[in-house]
C-alpha cells in the first residue's frame, strides 16, 4: 500500500472525500493517553478549547446552541433567520456567549455596525463566495468596520486570492457535501470535501495568503473531524452532527415512539417558502439530547486520533503527511457490523 502525502493526495486523479482516506499512524507515539492531547486553538483571535464551530443553519444554531458551545469552547455562528438577530445587538456582553453572527447580503450597515462594535465575528451567508456582489459586500463592510469575516462557500482553490482581496478573514470550504444539501444533484456542481479542503490549502500555501480554513460540509463522525484537521482545516463546521440536540431551534417530536427534531438546508423549500430554486432537502433526525454529549464524542475521538498520530496540540496533527486511500471493500470492513 502507498502512504500518501497531502501534495499527492492533492495530485490524485480523483476527487475524494473523508471516506476515501484514512490516518495512517507510522511513528512509535509519545503519549500514554489521550487525555495528554491538547485541542486548544485560536480561530479569528478567539480561544477555542475544540476546533468546531457550528453552521449558521436555521435547524442547528439558534441562540441557545450559540450559547451553549461557547461554554463548551466552541464557537455558535448563530443563523441570519433568527428573529431575535435586531434585539440581539443592544444586549450586553452576549458577544461573549455567541461569539458569530450569520448576516445576508443585504443586512443594512447599521446592524452590521452594531455586530462590529460587539466584536462578533461576521459569516456572509451565501451559497457562493466566487461571486462579485459577495466579494464587493465584504469588501465594503471591511472598509467600514474592524470585523473578522467569514466568506464562502468554495470549493476550489482558484478564488482564494480574490477572496483575500475583498478581506475575508476565513473561507468556508466546501459546495455540495453537506447531508442535506442537493446542489450538486441540481447543478453538477462541486467536488469531495477532501479535494476541496487540500485545494484550498495548497493555494494558500502557495499564495502565502493570510486566511483560515474552515472545513464545511460531509464530517459525519468524530474520526472526520480528525481527517479535517490533519488535512489542514484550521476548524470544522458542523451541521448534522450537532442537529437533533437539546439546544437546536424548533420543538422536540414524537412520531412512531420515538423522539425527533427538524434538520434542514438553507435553501431548502422550509426556509425560502417559495418553490424555485431549491438546493437543499429536509428530513428528521433522532432526538440526540444534550449537545454537550456530541461535543464530548468529539472531543474523545479527535484526542484518540492525536494520540495514534503521536501528536500532542493540533498544529502536529496538521503537520502529519500520512494518509492511506481506502477502496470500497476496506472501508466497508472498517465499519461496526451488526
Same mark, same amino acid.
Given at each position: 500500500?502507498?502512504?500518501?502525502?497531502?501534495?499527492?493526495?492533492?495530485?490524485?486523479?480523483?476527487?475524494?472525500t473523508?471516506d476515501?482516506i484514512?490516518?495512517?499512524?507510522?511513528?512509535? =507515539?509519545?503519549?500514554k493517553?489521550?487525555?495528554?492531547?491538547?485541542?486548544?486553538?485560536?480561530?479569528?483571535?478567539?480561544?477555542?478549547?475544540?476546533?468546531?464551530i457550528?453552521?449558521?443553519?436555521?435547524?442547528v444554531?439558534?441562540?441557545?446552541?450559540?450559547?451553549?458551545?461557547s461554554?463548551?469552547?466552541?464557537?455558535?455562528?448563530l443563523?441570519?433567520? /433568527?428573529?431575535?438577530?435586531?434585539?440581539?445587538?443592544d444586549?450586553? /456582553?452576549?458577544?461573549?456567549s455567541?461569539?458569530g453572527v =450569520?448576516?445576508?447580503?443585504?443586512t443594512?450597515?447599521?446592524?452590521?455596525?452594531k455586530?462590529?462594535?460587539?466584536?462578533?465575528?461576521?459569516?456572509?451567508?451565501?451559497?457562493?463566495?466566487?461571486n462579485?456582489?459577495?466579494?464587493?459586500?465584504?469588501?465594503?463592510?471591511?472598509?467600514?468596520?474592524?470585523?473578522?469575516?467569514?466568506l464562502?462557500?468554495?470549493?476550489?482553490?482558484?478564488?482564494?486570492?480574490?477572496?483575500?482581496?475583498?478581506?475575508? /478573514?476565513?473561507?468556508?470550504?466546501g459546495?455540495?457535501?453537506?447531508s442535506?444539501?442537493?446542489?450538486?444533484?441540481?447543478t453538477?456542481?462541486g467536488?469531495?470535501?477532501?479535494?476541496?479542503?487540500?485545494?484550498v490549502?495548497s493555494?494558500?500555501?502557495?499564495?502565502?495568503?493570510?486566511?483560515?480554513?474552515?472545513?464545511?460540509?460531509?464530517?459525519?463522525?468524530?474520526?472526520?473531524?480528525?481527517?479535517?484537521?490533519?488535512?489542514?482545516?484550521?476548524v470544522?463546521?458542523?451541521?448534522?452532527?450537532?442537529?437533533?440536540?437539546?439546544?437546536?431551534?424548533?420543538e422536540?417530536?414524537k412520531?412512531?415512539?420515538?423522539?425527533?427534531?427538524?434538520?434542514?438546508? =438553507?435553501?431548502?423549500?422550509?426556509?425560502?417558502m417559495?418553490?424555485?430554486f431549491i438546493e437543499?432537502a429536509?428530513?428528521?433526525i433522532?432526538?440526540?439530547?444534550s449537545?454537550?454529549?456530541v461535543?464530548?464524542?468529539? =472531543? /474523545?475521538?479527535l484526542?484518540?486520533?492525536?494520540s495514534y498520530?503521536?501528536?500532542?496540540n493540533l498544529?502536529?496533527?496538521?503537520?502529519?503527511?500520512?494518509?492511506?486511500?481506502l477502496?470500497?471493500s476496506?472501508?466497508?470492513e472498517?465499519?461496526p457490523?451488526?
Amino acid at each position: 500500500m502507498r502512504i500518501y502525502s497531502k501534495k499527492n493526495l492533492t495530485q490524485y486523479e480523483l476527487a475524494l472525500t473523508y471516506d476515501d482516506i484514512s490516518l495512517v499512524p507510522t511513528e512509535v =507515539s509519545r503519549i500514554k493517553s489521550r487525555t495528554e492531547a491538547i485541542t486548544d486553538c485560536k480561530f479569528l483571535d478567539r480561544e477555542l478549547s475544540l476546533p468546531v464551530i457550528s453552521s449558521p443553519m436555521d435547524t442547528v444554531t439558534g441562540i441557545d446552541m450559540a450559547k451553549e458551545l461557547s461554554s463548551l469552547g466552541c464557537l455558535g455562528v448563530l443563523n441570519r433567520f /433568527d428573529s431575535s438577530l435586531g434585539s440581539l445587538v443592544d444586549e450586553s /456582553d452576549v458577544e461573549k456567549s455567541i461569539g458569530g453572527v =450569520s448576516v445576508a447580503l443585504n443586512t443594512a450597515d447599521d446592524v452590521v455596525a452594531k455586530l462590529a462594535e460587539r466584536n462578533f465575528v461576521i459569516c456572509i451567508d451565501t451559497a457562493n463566495a466566487s461571486n462579485l456582489a459577495v466579494l464587493k459586500r465584504c469588501e465594503e463592510i471591511k472598509n467600514k468596520f474592524n470585523v473578522k469575516i467569514i466568506l464562502g462557500n468554495i470549493a476550489h482553490g482558484a478564488p482564494l486570492r480574490d477572496l483575500v482581496n475583498a478581506g475575508a /478573514d476565513a473561507v468556508r470550504i466546501g459546495i455540495g457535501g453537506g447531508s442535506v444539501c442537493t446542489t450538486s444533484v441540481q447543478t453538477g456542481i462541486g467536488i469531495g470535501q477532501v479535494s476541496s479542503l487540500l485545494n484550498v490549502y495548497s493555494a494558500r500555501a502557495e499564495g502565502k495568503f493570510d486566511i483560515e480554513l474552515i472545513a464545511d460540509g460531509g464530517i459525519k463522525n468524530p474520526g472526520d473531524v480528525a481527517k479535517a484537521i490533519a488535512l489542514g482545516a484550521d476548524v470544522v463546521m458542523l451541521g448534522r452532527m450537532l442537529a437533533g440536540t437539546k439546544e437546536t431551534p424548533g420543538e422536540i417530536i414524537k412520531y412512531d415512539d420515538q423522539l425527533w427534531k427538524k434538520y434542514r438546508g =438553507s435553501a431548502s423549500f422550509g426556509v425560502k417558502m417559495k418553490n424555485e430554486f431549491i438546493e437543499g432537502a429536509e428530513t428528521m433526525i433522532a432526538y440526540k439530547g444534550s449537545v454537550r454529549n456530541v461535543i464530548d464524542g468529539i =472531543s /474523545d475521538g479527535l484526542r484518540s486520533a492525536m494520540s495514534y498520530m503521536n501528536c500532542f496540540n493540533l498544529d502536529e496533527l496538521r503537520g502529519k503527511d500520512t494518509f492511506g486511500i481506502l477502496s470500497h471493500s476496506s472501508f466497508l470492513e472498517r465499519l461496526p457490523k451488526k
